[in-house]
């Protein structure tokens, strides 16, 4: 694998290791809890993040078309802590076989995104790939903190 890509594997994969960190010994209720109107649960923060990791990297950077249903993320319930982490496994494993394969001038293609109806480089898609993953596990942390003083109040 080309170091660039593994570098980005490592930082991801640190992110989806904090967003485990986070998760970890919540009964099942707090991850469907919902802090507030207009907020997410950690079962489709989860679901969600891992849903646009494979569309960015998978569709949008090697080209390779996922049938993504981004609204159905946004339903995600129910799901255990064990589900939640077989989810991001899944999603680094994705992405390493997807980057395994890529050379450093596929950045520059050019993919069509019908979610964003704009057309993007696989690089800008690579980079915000981490910068989405980042912004979800800290809505998970502040998600699981405001459940833990809720919780002790």
Not at 40 to 57: D, F, K, M, Q
């Amino acid at each position: 694998m080309i170091p660039l890509f593994e570098n980005y594997l490592d930082c991801l994969t640190a992110l989806h290791n904090d967003i485990k960190n986070a998760i970890e010994g919540l009964p099942s209720e707090a991850l469907d809890w919902i802090p507030a109107p207009g907020m997410n649960s950690i079962n489709v923060l989860a679901t969600h993040l891992t849903g646009a990791e494979r569309y960015l990297i998978g569709d949008l950077v090697a080209g390779a078309p996922s049938g993504r249903d981004r609204q159905a993320e946004f339903r995600a319930s129910g799901l255990s802590i064990e589900e939640l982490r077989q989810k991001l496994d899944a999603s680094l494993a994705n992405i390493r076989a997807e980057l395994g394969v890529m050379e450093i001038s596929a950045l520059e293609t050019e993919r069509y995104s019908s979610i964003h109806d704009r057309t993007y480089r696989a690089g800008w898609a690579l980079l915000h790939a981490l910068g989405h993953t980042a912004v979800h596990l800290g809505h998970i942390q502040l998600t699981r903190q405001m459940w833990d003083t809720r919780a002790n109040s």
